[in-house]
């Protein structure tokens, strides 16, 4: 079997998704997601220029050694843009492998370790009293973890709030829209928040929250200590991660779980983090890291340290991405939690997918292969749209990380 083509797909279905076809001269193909949320068309080229022309004539089935020469063969090692660009080879190259097999990729990926895949759903709102609404509406859906976001007084706008209730979408400009943030106004405001979610939901419920890469360690240590007797599951980036050793100074305070990775791309953006045990849970994702391949090199490393998986999984990972996620999730050992918000109809409709949600998990298709597939028609009635993630400031007019 040979690789006879790699096409690009770039759509917008209420927001853009960038996705890679990789065809066989028997007729078999595979899907991966290489969305790189406000980055898009620098991933497509890359794929569509530097990646598409190696890979004619390939053998499919060749998974690790595609991965090994897409990464050391470019020279330019790691980042964003490259390995998203891995990532979707891979996936395709897994979903074809599979289809082939005849057997869903978790079978190929050692087989069944839980009956489903835990997911944690976006309750947010301005106010606490819209929070706690939407808290009652995850429980009332069966979820049984909930990630909490609120409004700061005093902010006229936060991350991670948004109007559409289900499905969140944070670019949403040509040019990013700017935010203004306030470190004090947020760290007085947050514990009580999390003091009225417990004290209505009781003590089983997860729950989380992401700080948003937006506080130092010693400002997160802080707001962990006071968010200790909420007993959160995670403190998400709690602070920008390029310097891993910052996450020390935060556990040597705390005793709040923390999650981090849904930017990192290798396993060396995190090796320190899970050998010290600086943190929790790893949030790298199949799109952002390298593929299933990679991703499976993570979760076992962090397996070795109590380290758990706690995939990314915000609206602008396709459902190719997820579907990808979800055999993961459901073979490795140390699974965590896996972050599911919904598509809206119009990608459900782009990308038909036989994964389901019920009572709180997901579980992956037991179609041959990923269990995903793209209409490549309906793609096309959706063109591109230039969108941007938002940029923040602090009041003062400094740039902060958003
Ligand atoms: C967030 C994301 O889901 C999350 O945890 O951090 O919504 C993030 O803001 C977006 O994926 C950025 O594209
Ligand atoms: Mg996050």
């Avoid at 390995?83 to 057997?103: E, F, N, P, Q, S």
Wanted: with cysteine; proline share 6%.
């Amino acid at each position: 079997m040979r690789i006879t083509d790699a096409r690009v797909i770039v759509t917008c279905p209420d927001r853009n998704f960038v996705t890679l076809k990789i065809v066989t001269d028997e007729g078999v193909y595979g899907l991966g997601d290489a969305t790189l949320n406000g980055r898009e068309l620098a991933v497509a080229a890359y794929l569509r220029d530097h990646v598409a022309p190696l890979l004619i004539g390939r053998d499919p089935s060749r998974i690790e050694d595609t991965w090994q020469y897409l990464y050391k063969g470019a020279y330019w090692r790691r980042g964003p843009v490259t390995m998203t660009a891995v990532a979707a080879v891979d996936t395709a190259l897994w979903d074809i492998l599979g289809k082939v097999a005849g057997l869903p990729v978790y079978r190929l990926l050692g087989g069944r370790s839980r009956a489903g895949v835990t997911v944690y759903g976006h309750a947010n709102g301005e106010s606490v009293d819209d929070v706690l609404t939407e808290v009652a509406r995850y429980v009332e859906l069966g979820y049984r973890a909930v990630r909490v976001q609120t409004g700061v007084p005093g902010l006229a706008s936060t991350y991670g709030v948004s109007t559409n209730k289900m499905f969140y979408e944070p670019a949403d400009a040509a040019i990013p829209t700017e935010n203004v943030w306030s470190t004090e106004r947020y760290l007085a405001h947050v514990p009580s928040v999390f003091a009225r979610v417990r004290e209505e939901f009781g003590p089983a419920l997860k729950l989380l929250h992401d700080v948003h890469h937006r506080l130092t360690p010693i400002e997160a240590a802080r707001l962990g200590r006071s968010l200790e007797p909420f007993a959160l599951t995670w403190m998400e980036d709690p602070v920008p991660a390029e310097s891993q050793d910052g996450f020390r100074l935060i556990r040597q305070h705390t005793t709040t779980p923390i999650a981090v990775g849904e930017v990192f791309n290798t396993v060396w953006d995190c090796e320190q983090l899970i050998r010290e045990q600086l943190i929790d849970y790893i949030r790298t994702t199949v799109v952002h890291a390298g593929g299933i391949s990679h991703l499976r090199r993570i979760f076992d490393l962090a397996a070795l340290h109590h380290v758990r998986s706690g995939s990314h999984g915000a609206t602008d990972l396709s459902p190719v991405c997820m579907a990808a996620a979800l055999h993961v999730d459901i073979a490795i050992p140390n699974f965590g939690l896996q972050e599911y918000m919904r598509h809206t109809d119009a990608t459900d409709a782009v990308f038909p997918h036989g994964y389901r949600y019920a009572d709180g998990y997901l579980h992956p298709s037991e179609e041959p292969g990923l269990g995903v597939d793209i209409d490549e028609d309906l793609a096309a009635k959706y063109p591109y749209r230039p969108a941007s993630l938002p940029v923040n400031r602090l009041e003062d007019g400094t740039m902060h990380s958003w």
